[in-house]
């Protein structure tokens, strides 16, 4: 999938409205619009790769891991669940690379 049919690309480039907590040259950060925690953000890498497995440029973890940390100091967030589901059969619906950061409710062990 390119670009320009890819709704996080459109996201990140600020085509499509979202609710931006965070932005900057590597990652943007929204909130999701179904959301399954009381805050439940969304890191991407705002160029596209369509899943963790197809990531080249270890950078990419580093950047969107060091993002959702800082955002959940910024967010005085304790305890938080960082997940990427990659592909479809482990919950992957978007095709565009995103770590979920779930927070604000007791969370389960293991995930369904
Ligand atoms: P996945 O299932 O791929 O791991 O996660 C995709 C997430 O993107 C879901 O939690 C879904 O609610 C969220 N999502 C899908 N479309 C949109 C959208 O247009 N805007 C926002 N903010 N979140 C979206
Ligand atoms: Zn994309």
Same mark, same amino acid.
């Given at each position: 999938?390119?670009?320009?049919?890819?709704?996080?690309?459109?996201? %990140?480039?600020?085509?499509?409205?979202?609710?931006?907590?965070?932005?900057?040259? %590597? $990652?943007?950060?929204?909130?999701?619009?179904?959301?399954? %925690? *009381?805050? =439940?953000?969304?890191?991407? *890498?705002?160029?596209? $790769?369509?899943?963790?497995?197809?990531? %080249?440029?270890?950078?990419?973890?580093?950047?969107?891991?060091?993002?959702?940390?800082?955002?959940?100091?910024? =967010?005085?967030?304790?305890?938080?669940?960082?997940?990427?589901?990659?592909?479809?059969?482990?919950?992957?619906?978007?095709? =565009?690379?995103? $770590? =979920?950061?779930?927070?604000?409710?007791?969370?389960?062990? *293991?995930?369904?």
């Amino acid at each position: 999938m390119s670009s320009s049919d890819c709704l996080f690309c459109k996201i %990140a480039a600020a085509e499509l409205p979202a609710d931006v907590v965070y932005r900057d040259d %590597a $990652v943007t950060i929204f909130r999701d619009i179904h959301p399954q %925690a *009381p805050t =439940h953000l969304l890191i991407i *890498p705002n160029r596209h $790769v369509a899943s963790a497995s197809q990531v %080249a440029d270890p950078q990419v973890f580093a950047s969107l891991f060091s993002a959702a940390t800082a955002i959940a100091q910024d =967010h005085a967030l304790r305890d938080y669940r960082l997940v990427i589901n990659n592909g479809a059969g482990a919950g992957q619906s978007v095709f =565009h690379l995103h $770590v =979920h950061l779930l927070s604000g409710r007791a969370l389960q062990w *293991p995930p369904g």
